[in-house]
């Protein structure tokens, strides 16, 4: 697959957008709908479980039809060429878990918006991509740095409309979890894969993924199996009640778009522009789609509207992105020489 050869990075950041926006929408309605047998909605604990394992094994389908494994390191078990991660690949994969499973939990918290949990996650993770650039020497150009700029805005914004964070606990140390696994994450792929080669996007993508997946599962039947507090109950339904409900549809459909969006993001990630721009990129267009999921599911099914300022701070971010994709155009037209 030479995925910069047959779309340019804005398209791959569209289609991102397109299968986000269906994630968001099902995970929120799953999460604020009683469920019928239970008479309230499902937890996020209580989906988690499902989605991640429906997520890993369509992933794993995904590395083995497309032949991505031929391009991961490997090793020889039995005469069989079985992928292997390096060192840093496997440290990556630790990091992707903890995004892996916080990024669907951020949109199930009661009385905390999607576009206001997304606006801290996104904004976190924007503050430290630039910080990642500089410390590996990479040049952070003009309108990364203005974006960074109108994504602090919206913060601003959104922040000064709520009053302050006020947050519940979990969702606390689900953005603390978020940030730590996204700077992980970009730590090691400018250490070994951010060079502009498609086989290295595809050995990432794999000796990462065959880590992070099976990872993020078996941490969440660890805290299922240590039997503490209503946590755990919740997540013993997610791993063995849920499967024999008419909730495992709609549970599927979450697991196959995290699997595809999963492909998706690595691509942009991996571009070998600046992190404070492709990071701002993928970032932004998920929290689009965060809150074009929040109108759709109000106008459908009666749910709260965002807020004015969150829907201002989305305008700001729409507005980076347009930035981000035209910006560096025009530089390229400016300095390329002229025709004689």
Known sequence: MTARRTLPLEGWVGLYLLLYLPNVMLTRYVTQVPHEGLGRPLTGLETLPATLIFNWVLTYLFIWLSGWHRDAN???????????????????????SLVLFTVPLSFTFEGVSIPFIQLIMRGDVLIIAP?????????????????????????????ADRGGLYLPPLAILTVVLYTL????????MNRISKDGNPASVRRYFVEEKMIALPLSVAALAAVSASGIGGQAGQLAFGFAGVWSDAVIWPLFLIGLTLAMIGVVAIVILLDPHENAYCVALERAASLVAGIGGSVLLAWMFAQAMPRPAELVGAGILIAAIVLLSLAPRHAARRAAPEPH
């Open 74 to 96: 490997a090793v020889k078990i039995a005469g069989f060429r079985v992928p292997c991660p390096t060192w840093m690949t496997f440290l990556s994969g630790i990091g992707t």
């Open 131 to 159: 910080i990642v650039d500089l410390i590996f020497g990479r040049k952070v150009r003009w309108w990364s740095w203005v974006a960074l700029a109108m994504v602090m805005a919206a913060l601003v914004i959104t922040l």
């Open 181 to 188: 696994g996204y700077f992980i994450r970009l730590a090691v």
